[in-house]
């Protein structure tokens, strides 16, 4: 299906987004009560904290995301890891309120932020006819490192400390990933394609949006806030994860089990998605996207037995599956790929201001006395009005051709 040169494209994909985990909040959150308890704070400070050290991530990610489109991915990447690695080990030192902002600045900057935006944004570059496939084939390298992290971290927390799990993390970005990068990437640059494109692509006769440009169409704001839905949803669940647990009166580990039921969904959804991406093209599929976070928000709200963590994350794991590959199919699809590197740097910064949002939102929900049933319905008030200004234009969602 793939030649050599594209199945190295995939690889680096598939590595870099399971090493974004190390700054995805679902990762972040299984730390979250050692941290609370080494420094003193509550659920809503360390919510606040959390946003607060997002926000400012995803604004500093609008301007080193673009970066991308003027150096080689090698290079870029050899930056990313460097950077992540520092971030990871600085991580293992949080003794303060202020070094728990700056830790979590960094990690959500390098690894949720700019990994994942390495890997898309290189694959969906290079890749034109099987840039479907290609990116759910990539993004299965965060759905596997949701399937096996969760337990295996909350394993080695009965018997290494949590910093010195940190300090681990750090030597192993360091010392695998640029030899990684190297053998998978080294001779990659911004014009490289796919062996099977031709003159007549079709990729050559879409026009090429320019970042200012795609800000002034009106569609682009309603695509991102049905996108957007699933990042800030599912932060306030990962972060907050304890809260959930205690409040339905669940086990210690049954959600970090049900993150297995989650992985297995997004990773079942990823393979169908990208092959239903190259054959009806990600536009068509976009209204699909949230449906499955609608039915969990509904059934987190009715049911309280433990097997609805199971079913809840893997409907979550379903849209995550969808969303992953056709955010950044739609766009490369509708505005095409020439400047694609600092418009999924805008729609990441977004991501993960929405992620800040979320935390920010559940902590202070929690803190004021909500239960997690009141927090889910608004929850899927928001995903059913976002579902229906998404129908209002789903047959505008075209590419202008030149």
Not at 136 to 151: D, H, K, M, Y
Not at 248 to 262: D, H, L, N, R
Not at 289 to 311: E, G, K, Q, Y
Request: charged letters at 10%.
């Amino acid at each position: 299906m793939f030649k050599s040169l594209s199945l190295k494209v995939i690889l680096f994909g598939f590595i870099f987004t399971f090493f974004s985990s190390f700054g995805q909040s679902y990762f972040l959150g299984l730390f979250n009560t050692s941290i609370r308890e080494a420094l003193s704070i509550s659920h809503g400070q360390f919510g606040s904290i959390y946003a607060s050290a997002t926000l400012c991530s995803s604004f500093i990610l609008i301007w080193v995301g673009k970066k991308i489109d003027d150096f080689s991915a090698i290079k870029f990447a050899y930056f990313v890891i460097i950077s992540l690695s520092i971030s990871s080990f600085i991580f293992s030192k949080i003794n303060s309120i202020v070094f728990l902002f700056l830790a979590i600045f960094l990690m959500r900057l390098f690894g949720q932020g700019l990994m994942s935006h390495t890997a898309s944004t290189t694959v969906s570059r290079y890749f034109d006819k099987s840039r479907g496939k290609a990116l759910s084939t990539s993004w299965l390298g965060l759905s596997l490192a949701e399937f096996i992290l969760p337990v295996l971290i909350v394993y080695f927390l009965t018997f290494i400390h949590w910093r010195e799990l940190w300090v681990g993390f750090s030597l192993i970005i360091i010392l695998f990933l640029p030899v990684v990068s190297m053998f998978l990437i080294n001779n990659l640059n911004i014009n490289s394609r796919e062996s099977d494109n031709n003159n007549n692509s079709q990729e050559d006769t879409i026009k090429q949006w320019t970042r200012g440009e795609v800000l002034k169409d009106y569609k682009f704001y309603i695509i991102c806030g049905n996108l957007l839905a699933m990042p800030w949803i599912f932060t306030g669940f990962a972060v907050f994860q304890s809260f959930v647990q205690i409040s339905k009166g669940w086990g210690p580990y049954v959600i970090a089990q049900s993150f297995m039921a989650y992985s297995i969904c997004s990773v079942l959804t990823l393979f169908i998605t990208g092959i239903l991406i190259d054959k009806f093209s990600s536009r068509k599929l976009l209204i699909f996207t949230n449906i499955p976070m609608l039915i969990a928000a509904l059934v987190l709200i009715v049911f309280d037995h433990p097997i609805v963590s199971f079913i809840f994350l893997g409907l979550l794991g379903m849209t995550n599956g969808f969303a992953n590959v056709l955010g950044t199919s739609t766009w490369a699809e509708l505005y095409g790929v020439r400047f694609i590197g600092g418009i999924k740097a805008m729609t990441s910064a977004l991501m993960v201001f929405s992620t800040a949002f979320g935390t920010a939102l559940y902590g202070f929900l929690i803190d004021k006395g909500f239960v997690i049933e009141q927090i889910a319905t608004f929850s899927a008030i928001y995903v059913g009005f976002m579902l229906v200004l998404l129908l209002m234009i789903k047959n505008k969602l075209n590419p202008h051709y030149l």
